[in-house]
């Protein structure tokens, strides 16, 4: 009884340390495509000296 308990055990800990590394890796590809998205945002709206984020004009 306790070996299978044991067994189960070690599933539940390499199916969690599988799921760390899969989210570790898409919270690296998140951060690379926020930062994509604001240098496109900012090449596609490029700040004016003296002007606030808010002018439309």
Do not use: F
Request: aromatic share 4%.
């Amino acid at each position: 009884m306790i070996a299978k308990v044991l067994a189960y055990q070690e599933r539940i800990h390499k199916s969690i340390k599988s799921l760390t590394e899969v989210v570790g890796s898409h919270t690296a590809s998140i951060h690379k495509l926020e930062s994509q998205m604001r240098d496109i945002s900012r090449e596609q709206y490029p700040n004016k000296r003296g002007t606030l984020p808010s002018d439309t004009i």
